[in-house]
C-alpha cells in the first residue's frame, strides 16, 4: 500500500492564482482531513469528510475548498492564494474518525 | 480552538534521560492520541488511549491519562538522539469526534 500521497510536495503561487492540492488514499478510509501546519501554530484543521459526498468545515476554512467524489481522493482547492495561505499542508486518512490517522508527507506552499 | 495544549513547548534533555511531556485539555473525551512528528516529516501515531483507560505501554514510550484532571502525560524512557521531534497530542474537538491537535512539544535530545 502506498498510504496517504500527497502531490505536488513543493509549490509558489502568485497571489490570486488557484491551484489544487491533491490528496490520496488506498487503505479504504472512511475519514479525511486537511490541515495547516504553521510556526508556533500547531496544526490546525481546516476540512474534513466522514465518507464521500461528505465534507464539512474545520477551524480555519476561509479560503478553501474541498470535494468528495470517491472514498479514495480528497482534494483541496485554494479559491484565489494570498500570503497569509503559505503554509505546510497534510492530509490524513483513518477507519473512522475516532481511529489512528495516518499522515501524508506533507506539500510545502508559499505564495508571493 | 485548540481542544489539547501540551507542555512544555520545548524540552532539551541528555541522551539516557527520561522526558516527560503533558497534554491538557478542556471538554471531555473519548479517546486521547499521542503522535510524534520528525523535521519537514507527516506525523506518525504513537499511542491512543482511551476514556476508560489510565495508562498505556509501548516499547519505551509510556501515557497516563486522568479525566478528573483532563489531562495526559507522555513519558520516553532512556531517551536516544532519535526521539528528538516534535510531540503532539489530539482530542476531540469540543465533545465532537473530530480530533483537533495542540501546538506541540518540541523534544531535542543530546548524543
Known amino acids: 500500500n502506498a498510504g496517504v500521497t500527497q502531490t505536488p510536495k513543493f509549490q509558489v503561487l502568485k497571489t490570486g492564482q488557484s491551484m489544487t492540492l491533491q490528496c490520496a488514499q488506498d487503505?479504504?478510509?472512511?475519514?479525511m482531513s486537511w490541515y495547516r501546519q504553521d510556526p508556533g501554530m500547531g496544526l490546525r484543521l481546516i476540512h474534513y469528510?466522514?465518507?464521500?459526498?461528505?465534507?464539512d468545515q474545520g477551524e480555519v476554512p476561509n479560503g478553501y475548498n474541498v470535494s468528495r467524489s470517491t472514498t479514495e481522493d480528497f482534494p483541496l482547492r485554494l479559491l484565489s492564494a494570498a500570503p497569509s495561505q503559505t503554509s505546510v499542508y497534510f492530509c490524513?486518512?483513518?477507519?473512522?474518525?475516532?481511529?489512528?490517522?495516518?499522515f501524508g508527507p506533507g506539500t510545502r506552499l508559499t505564495v508571493l | 480552538s485548540q481542544q489539547g495544549e501540551e507542555d512544555p513547548q520545548a524540552l532539551s534533555i541528555q541522551e539516557g534521560e527520561n522526558a516527560t511531556m503533558n497534554c491538557s485539555y478542556k471538554?471531555?473525551?473519548?479517546?486521547l492520541q499521542w503522535y510524534r512528528q520528525n523535521s519537514g516529516r507527516g506525523l506518525v501515531h504513537l499511542i491512543l488511549?482511551?476514556?476508560?483507560?489510565r495508562e498505556k505501554h509501548s516499547g519505551r514510550l509510556r501515557v497516563t491519562l486522568d479525566t478528573s484532571k483532563k489531562s495526559s502525560s507522555l513519558l520516553i524512557t532512556a531517551s536516544r538522539a532519535a526521539d528528538t521531534a516534535s510531540y503532539f497530542c489530539?482530542?476531540?474537538?469540543?465533545?465532537?469526534?473530530?480530533?483537533?491537535f495542540g501546538r506541540g512539544t518540541s523534544l531535542i535530545v543530546h548524543p
Open positions: 490524513a486518512s483513518s477507519p473512522q474518525v475516532t481511529d489512528t490517522q495516518y
Open positions: 487503505m479504504n478510509h472512511e475519514y
Open positions: 469528510s466522514v465518507g464521500a459526498g461528505i465534507t
Open positions: 471538554t471531555s473525551i473519548n479517546n
Open positions: 488511549i482511551r476514556s476508560n483507560e
Open positions: 489530539a482530542t476531540e474537538a469540543g465533545g465532537s469526534y473530530i480530533p483537533t
